[in-house]
Structure formats: C-alpha cells, structure tokens
C-alpha cells in the first residue's frame, strides 16, 4: 500500500507505506479525519493515525445488524436446553468509503434483506456509537451484486454492480461503475455516462479535496470545506 499528500498539483511525495500494509486490509481502505476504515474476515476496522502515515492497530466496529446475534427459537428445547435462542448467521462487511466528515460508512455486505452483496451504511450516533446497519434502496441495490462504494465530495457515491438488464452495454451482466446522488436518490448512472453528460459538475467534485488541501483557495468556513481538507490531507493509493 502507498501513500502520499494531496496537494493542488495532485499527488505528490508518493511512497510505501509499511503501517497501512500491517493493517493487512482485504479489500479498499477509506481515509478521514486521521481514521483509516478498513475490513478484515468480514469484518470492518477503524485504525487511528498517530503521526502522518502512521496508523495504530486496527479496532473492530460494533454496527449492530451485522454482528452474530440470536433469533428466537420456536422448535423443540431438546436440541437447545441451554438457551431459546438459535444461532443467526454472522454476515460479512467489506470495503468501506467514510463520508468526508467522518460520521457515515457505506459498505457492501450479505446482511439479511440484501440481494447478494448490496450496499448499506451506518451512521455515528451523538454518543459515538454506529447505528444500526441501513441498505439502501433500489436507486443503488438491485437482484444482482453491488461492491465498492466510494464518496466522492459531499454528494456521491460511485460503486460496483452486475446487474443484468439494465444498461445498453455489450457486456451487461459484468460489473460496471455506477453513480448516484446521495442526497436526492435517483436511479443510478453509467459513470462513463455521467461523467460526459455533467463534466463541468464531476470535474469540480473530482478537484474539490485538490484545491481544499492547500486551504488558501476555500472559500469560507463552511463545515464542507474544513473536512475536505482534513480528508485531503493524505491520499492512500
């Protein structure tokens, strides 16, 4: 894993990154607030930052919903005398995107009422806690398989999916790169298609954490520039 600063000529100072590397992440890691997320075995890790590109050792988060729990029993207490509980399955959390501000995850999971893989997200409590796990709806998950979320800015989310039937693609049924609006969820885009249709608009969310790094160019004290330059600040490659 490399890393290196944001900084408005880009990436720059690009380097190896042996802390990152020992957190021995399966999938993508997603940087904010001196946090790195990250999932191990299905599960999702929060790793805090002690010096630049220098992470402690990776915690756990407890997302309710996703964790072993236990349904109720309704058959013969002779199999279980112990307890009237049967076993849940544990479901698998993978490869999280933090918002800029830090307070909500999107991640693919199996959690029960998914499709297969879908997407879902947790949101930070006022205690500091993560709320129950939420999938999103039909505007980004679908029959078929949805991975990779990634935020872009304050509005977007790009992700993953080999739903079948949906695009005029060749190859529909493979995974292609979809986007949606957070805020307003509509049914999702080609990112290809997007991208050509809103260029002015997706350039600016592009360049937004390039232009916040150095800080002189931000206009204002808005809480949406201030994470973009905290989420900037160091890119993981």
């Known amino acids: 894993i490399f890393i290196g600063k944001q900084t408005a ?11 990152l590397t020992a957190l021995k992440a399966d999938g993508a890691i997603s940087y904010a607030n001196g946090i790195a997320y990250y999932s191990v075995e299905g599960d999702i890790y929060a790793a805090k930052e002690k010096s630049f590109g220098k992470f402690k050792c990776g915690k756990k988060l407890w997302i309710p919903g996703l964790g072993k729990e236990r349904n109720e029993f309704q058959g013969s207490m002779l199999a279980y005398a112990s307890w009237r509980y049967l076993p849940k399955d544990e479901a698998i959390a993978k490869n999280p995107s933090v918002a800029p501000d830090g307070n909500t995850i999107y991640f693919a999971s199996n959690a029960e009422g998914a499709k297969g893989f879908d997407i879902w997200k947790t949101e930070k409590n006022e205690d500091g806690e993560w709320a129950p796990a939420e999938r999103l709806g039909k505007e980004v998950n679908s029959l078929g398989n949805e991975d990779f979320p990634i935020v872009i800015g304050d509005s977007l989310i790009a992700f993953g999916s080999d739903r079948k039937g949906y695009t005029s693609a060749p190859d529909s049924g493979y995974f292609h790169t979809y986007i949606s609006k ?35 160019k931000a206009e204002g004290n808005s809480s949406s520039a201030k994470n973009s330059r905290q989420s900037s600040r160091l890119r993981i490659l």
């Open 9 to 19: 000529n880009g990436i720059e100072n690009k380097e190896f990154n042996k802390s």
């Open 182 to 216: 957070i805020e307003d969820w509509k049914r999702p885009q080609l990112l290809s298609k997007y991208a050509t249709d809103n260029k002015q608009e997706f350039d600016q969310l592009m360049a937004v954490n390039d232009v916040n790094a150095e800080g002189n």
